[in-house]
């Protein structure tokens, strides 16, 4: 049975899984918009939602519980806690969106912008 079963395994093993995830998030923090696969944009976005959550509350509890979700990178974490998170203050959710491109040309992946609302 596949109870608790929610998320892609994206064709990687756990640990490679939780190095893209930790990445993607760093890299959409830095730059609020990347382009890159649907899958792992859909994979991605649940992670995101709950760091913005996390950096919302913006205790130090929340702020060592980033660092450790983001490998220890405290450029990715102040700009979270100081720059993105005011942004969202009155909002309930449903930080992130997907916007659709198109196909990617060498294989037809479909590709997506994942950007900060």
Known sequence: MRHG????KL?????HRKAL??????????HERIKTS???AKAAKPEI???ITLAKRGDLHARR?????????KFAVHKLFDEI?????????????????????SDSTE?????LV
């Open 111 to 115: 590709m997506v912008f994942l950007e």
């Open 5 to 8: 079963m929610k998320r892609n």
């Open 21 to 30: 995830m930790c990445n993607l998030s760093k890299e959409l923090i830095e």
């Open 38 to 40: 649907q899958a792992k």
């Open 49 to 51: 939602e709950k760091l």
């Open 65 to 73: 519980q980033a660092l450790s979700a983001l490998r220890q990178d």
């Open 85 to 105: 998170a005011p942004r969202y203050a009155e909002r309930p959710g449903g930080y992130t969106r997907i916007i659709k491109i198109g196909p990617r040309k």
């Open 11 to 15: 064709g990687r093993d756990s640990a």
